[in-house]
């Protein structure tokens, strides 16, 4: 199965018409499987689009208007263009810049089965950037097995017993307690590879694995390259951006993309692709 996460900067972007293209194209031509996406944003004053006639899309309970221009739904726009069809769910997480309605997204080749969201942050204010949800996803295979996919954006680690990601994760880790679905996480998890709050992470509860700590073949490594929002004063290039996958999931690749050298970059961040041995 191939997966790919990206934080998407969705509309902070020069060229963005055309960076979303690429991202559909390569997409496409990848033939992922399931996509987590990040930063994926709309316009508040954007218009409503009603969800029974948004192709493909499976809502949740709750679920906050969908925008003309959001940017999940021209993607996969873009992807039937070019004879792809993805399904995909979508939630928001907290207004950006005062002008956007910021979430996670996720897109999959199978159909999806159900979607859910959870608010793993202490804020639960719109309007509160530390206000943080993951996205989950029941998807279910040709050949019958099921899995849980989950898109999230967490905030930074400040020592443990702090309410940002510390509280985060372990809230986290209490909701996908609930599932005893494989588990294929992928995200902007804003911790370093090596620092305390990656190995409070991967110390999880949750029978997860870094795909790239396993994978026999690795291309690339870092995700963010330079400085950029959220890491003012950035000296070295860093690696935030992961797939996690089931324990016992054996990964045959894991490669970043869009880094402005084996693709064009597209965000402010690098993507990761990973591609598991079924």
């Not at 639960?124 to 996803?137: E, S």
């Amino acid at each position: 199965m191939k997966l790919l996460t990206l934080n998407t900067h969705s509309y902070g972007e020069d060229d963005q018409d055309q960076k979303l293209a690429f991202i559909a194209q390569s997409i496409a031509e990848w033939d992922i499987d399931v996509v987590g996406l990040q930063e994926v944003n709309q316009k508040i004053i954007g218009h409503r689009v009603d969800v029974k006639n948004i192709e493909n899309f499976v809502p949740m309970d709750g679920q906050v208007s969908v925008k003309e221009d959001n940017f999940a739904m021209r993607l996969v726009a873009l992807l039937a263009e070019l004879g792809k069809t993805y399904y995909w769910a979508w939630a928001m997480t907290h207004i950006a810049h005062d002008t956007m309605q910021e979430g996670v997204a996720i897109l999959s080749k199978y159909p999806i089965d159900s979607v859910t969201s959870y608010n793993v942050s202490k804020s639960h204010d719109w309007y509160d950037y530390k206000t943080r949800r993951i996205l989950t996803a029941k998807i279910t295979k040709p050949n019958g097995e099921s899995f849980m996919a989950v898109s999230g954006h967490f905030s930074w680690w400040h020592g443990k017993n702090n309410e940002e990601f510390h509280y985060e994760w372990q809230e986290t880790e209490k909701y996908l307690a609930r599932t005893k679905l494989p588990i294929y996480f992928m995200g902007d998890f804003n911790n370093p590879a090596g620092t305390d709050g990656y190995d409070y992470m991967v110390s999880t509860a949750i029978p997860i694995t870094d795909s790239y700590m396993i994978a026999e073949e690795t291309i690339g490594g870092p995700t963010v390259l330079k400085e950029i929002g959220g890491w003012t004063g950035l000296k070295e290039q860093i690696r935030i951006d992961y797939i996690f996958v089931p324990k016992g999931v054996a990964v045959q690749k894991s490669e970043v993309v869009f880094d402005g050298e084996r693709q064009q970059a597209v965000s402010d961040h690098s993507g990761v692709l990973v591609e598991t041995i079924d």
